[in-house]
T-cell receptor, first 115, second 114 residues
């Protein structure tokens, strides 16, 4: 079955430091991949998505992610963390083996930004 | 920007009671979904709905759950007899029909079963 794995349920970085949130997918057919952010007591907001165009995808708030087929990865990065980036981040997959539109979410990574 | 709206934002109900969560998807979208998130856990797929019928459902979506599109704008999730373990945030979402299209989520309805 199609799935995503997010390594690290909690990540802490200092303000201004690089943010790296890891996501690996399982699918023999390249799927569509997404990163969503959830601020406390709020819904899910799309950061960026990969849909088989450019492998380096730029999103909102300075985030980007690179699709690496050889590593089955779609890690999320941001060069310089800001206090406002503190939130939970979810990687999601759709399409691929399943051929469906629904998303399968990872378990999430809570990002803490230290002053 | 168009958005998915959900009501109520928070509902407290007694175990065994019926609950209906309501959603207004984005107007030109054709695919509708319900997801749930138990506190501190991941977002889980419940059901997708297209062309007035369920297109896919998870094993969570058992006989106590049902969905309906009663008119041209609303999309509802009914839980017939709530259990304590149904306490969660329920997200409605919608998307256009093509694979890879973004799914837009509402702000969620927080259900507490006591």
């Amino acid at each position: 079955a199609q799935s995503v794995t997010q390594l690290g349920s909690h990540v802490s970085v200092s303000e201004g430091a690089l943010v790296l949130l890891r996501c690996n997918y399982s699918s023999s057919v390249p799927p569509y991949l997404f990163w969503y952010v959830q601020y406390p007591n709020q819904g899910l907001q799309l950061l960026l998505k990969y849909t088989s165009a450019a492998t380096l995808v730029k999103g909102i708030n300075g985030f980007e992610a690179e699709f690496k087929k050889s590593e089955t990865s779609f890690h999320l990065t941001k060069p310089s963390a800001h206090m406002s980036d503190a939130a939970e981040y979810f990687c999601a997959v759709s399409g691929g083996n399943s051929g469906t539109y629904k998303y399968i979410f990872g378990t999430g990574t809570r990002l803490k930004v230290l002053a | 920007e168009p958005e998915v709206t959900q009501t109520p934002s928070h509902q407290v109900t007694q175990m065994g009671q019926e609950v209906i969560l309501r959603c207004v998807p984005i107007s030109n979208h054709l695919y509708f979904y319900w997801y749930r998130q138990i506190l501190g856990q991941k977002v889980e797929f419940l059901v997708s709905f297209y062309n007035n019928e369920i297109s896919e459902k998870s094993e969570i979506f058992d006989d106590q759950f049902s969905v309906e599109r009663p008119d041209g704008s609303n999309f509802t999730l009914k839980i017939r007899s709530t259990k304590l373990e149904d306490s969660a945030m329920y997200f409605c979402a919608s998307s256009e029909i093509s694979p890879g299209n973004t799914i837009y989520f509402g702000e969620g309805s927080w259900l507490t079963v006591v």
